[in-house]
């Protein structure tokens, strides 16, 4: 099964960048699509970001222009860049990905989450 490990996050001041980078480890695996996905305390989680293994990407309106996913294939890793955080950025940033492994079977993991914190 796909494991998933989260890299990245921290605090930073308002305006201030970081980048989140989740790793996928775990035997023979094809990666199909991949997000970014958050949870503020007391709110629902939410979708950040998501690229799919040809390159399409869609954002949450509340990062589009601020924040970048991205994703090395050789690698098995995939990146969140946030750059302009602003304090509602604040939340448990988690990755997801739903994958292809074995003879066609489908499977979803995620990583074990990173705080980001912005605040001055």
């Known amino acids: 099964q796909v494991q998933l490990v989260e890299s990245g996050g921290g605090l930073v001041q308002p305006g201030g960048s970081l980048r989140l980078s989740c790793a996928a480890s775990?035997?023979?695996?094809?990666?199909?699509?991949m997000s970014w996905y958050r949870q503020a305390p007391g709110k629902q989680r939410e979708l950040v970001a998501a690229?799919?293994?040809?390159?399409?990407?869609n954002y949450a309106d509340s990062v589009k222009g601020r924040f970048t996913i991205s994703r090395d294939g050789t690698k098995n890793t995939f990146y969140l860049q946030m750059n302009s955080l602003k304090p509602e950025d604040t939340a448990v940033y988690h990755c997801?990905?739903?994958?292809?492994?074995?003879?066609?079977?489908?499977?979803?993991?995620w990583g074990q989450g990173a705080q980001v914190t912005v605040s001055s």
């Open positions: 690229i799919t293994s040809s390159g399409s990407t």
């Open positions: 775990g035997g023979i695996f094809r990666l199909n699509a």
């Open positions: 997801n990905t739903r994958f292809t492994y074995g003879l066609g079977l489908l499977g979803d993991a």
